[in-house]
């Protein structure tokens, strides 16, 4: 089907549309339970491939999962009634407003996930930024795609004894990423060509005994992992929800059993029980940083004043979380979006527009936000737009607050349930047909793709 016909049949007749920022695994999945439906579902995405934090945030040792993920995502955004609209960001090349209401589109879907970084709780940090401070985020993205021939974003050089901040998985991930890359500097320097990706499998100390060579006498220090309540207390594992004593004390032993074998096999240090407080800086270039003790107590982490202490160190990365980018036009409440009802994903004061997947978890995991992400496009179809059966949700029970914001959304939902008019579905395909020229997309997802793999 050529592009022009493609974008004929979007506007033929009156339909329900629902657009979807963002493509990854919330937005895929999102768009394969509309069409399944006979929605049509844009699926905008900003950059050329839709595969998110898959690509670009896991690290590339999870390869099977990788592989796994893309057909996943390529399989749902494949079907005739998505339109995909690569190379297209919410908030530079379409504006949130005119997607969200000029379009009159059935409902706008946030699957945009956290790409911000959550900015380093220290007073000044930012200025420090690319100054001896990195972020996590453009970190991993360079650890991704630094190999390929044709990459051009940031680089990096990974220097000895770097200090991570963090302690959640992610932070794992970035401070294994450093001892890989200094482990395989310092093989190379000894005769030994080891590749990263096996190196991870294996892991370090392994890998070195393959090699008979000692990595004691490698002269590598490795990197610090800087955490700021108790390794016990480390976000790695978590305990279900109403998780029973014994339950809870299961999962900071998995945690300190997690970070042991970190320790044993990638050899990262972990120091616990520290915040960073301040930085250490000369000429505006972050030396190192102040850090203070802390105390758990009632599971909050109590600075000990008088404990400060400086560590210095060429290359300093926060990794804190990830937070959702700020689009104008959607509301926020700190770092995060500004939700009225944190189930069904309702952004205060948006009619039609809910957060879901990461975006709205707010959890770093593809299980989640793909079940979440199905949970709230199924409720958004059956609902919201009144296809289907309505599911027999709980959210109508429940506390007061979230019954009373669920009413208001479905008492507006028999204001918007009205198909997408033809002169309304003109503009869309007129907006999309813009993009896809733009971008050179020609209609057919998988000819995209193909065209579209990295170099190698
Ligand atoms: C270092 C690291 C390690 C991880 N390890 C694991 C792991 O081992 N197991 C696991 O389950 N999970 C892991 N995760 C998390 C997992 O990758 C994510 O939770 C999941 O992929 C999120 O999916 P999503 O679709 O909700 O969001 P994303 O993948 O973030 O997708 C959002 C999409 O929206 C697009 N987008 C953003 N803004 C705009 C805009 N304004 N306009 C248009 N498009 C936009 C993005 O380009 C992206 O394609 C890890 C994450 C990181 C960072």
Redesign the pocket.
Known sequence: MGTVDKLQRLSAEPRHVVAI?????????AAAVCAARGIAAIV????PR?????E????RW?DK?RAQ?YARINENLAHELIYFVPE?????D?DFAEVAREWGVSALLM?????RDRPLPMEDAERFVGKGLIY??AF?HWFNHYEEPNYDGPRYEVVDEAMVIGGG??SV??AKILNLELYRRALRDKGHEVDIVAMEHKGITATCKKLEVDPDALGVKGCTLYYRRRVKDMPVAFPKSGATEEQLRKTEAVREKMIGILRDKFRIRVIDCHVPVGPVEEDGQLLGLRFRKTEVKDGRAVEVEGSDVEVRSGLIISSIG?VP?R?EGIPSKGELYDYTNWDTGTLRGLAGVFG????L?G????????SN?REVSELVVADYLGLGESRDSDLMEGAHAAAQARAEELAESAIRRAKVSREKLEVIAAAIGKRWEAAGYEGDYGAWIDAHRPAS
Not at 88 to 92: F, L, N, S
Not at 111 to 115: F, M
């Open positions: 920022c963002g493509g990854a695994v919330s937005g895929a999945e905008i995405e900003q950059n839709p595969y998110g934090k898959i670009d945030g896991l690290p999870h999962l993920e297209t960001r919410i908030g530079r379409l699957a945009n996930g956290a790409w996590q985020n991993v998985l992610a991930d970035v990830s980018e689009i879901l997947g990461n975006v978890t959890k770093g995991n593809i299980k989640d936000s793909r992400s």
